[in-house]
């Protein structure tokens, strides 16, 4: 890892650990619209969000069903770079509230040329154990994780 031509690659799957703990939260959220003691009109447009949100974010980010997903992370000596089926690999800038921790890695990063954040979780269930562990270690001493995109 000391040398920056080491390349490393890590694709991954949808993680039901992820799925498990959005629908818990979503169960939740709709158990508190039953409970409160809000107008009807109030509850429906509660419940409607929360059905919507998960219309948007179960295909996109838990079973990464969408070509737009992005499925595989690389860093080589071109930087870093993520994968999507629609757009191929993207140059991108990693933003130093990313996290890597034994469970989950939240990647926070920038597409080259855009202003936009975007989030990216990769549970432990998504690789395989050595993998995750690689990516975490990757993210923790990288010498160049910050650098800016050219």
């Not at 070509?67 to 690389?74: E, G, H, K, N």
Request: a positive charge.
């Amino acid at each position: 890892m000391s040398s920056p031509s080491d390349a490393f690659e890590c694709q991954w799957q949808p993680s039901r650990l992820l799925l498990v703990c959005y629908a818990l939260i979503q169960g939740l959220a709709l158990l508190s619209l039953v409970l409160v003691d809000i107008a009807m009109w109030a509850r429906a447009l509660g419940a409607l969000f929360c059905v919507a949100h998960a219309a948007w974010i179960v295909p996109q980010q838990l079973l990464l069903a969408r070509p737009s997903c992005y499925r595989a992370l690389r860093c080589n000596a071109d930087g870093w770079q993520v994968y999507s089926a629609a757009q191929g690999w993207q140059t991108i800038e990693l933003h130093p509230d990313s996290l890597a921790l034994p469970l989950i890695v939240l990647l926070r990063f920038r597409l080259a040329g855009q202003r936009r954040l975007r989030s990216l979780c990769v549970a432990r269930d998504s690789l395989a154990r050595d993998q995750h562990r690689r990516l975490r270690v990757r993210l923790k001493f990288s010498r160049h994780r910050w650098v800016a995109v050219k």
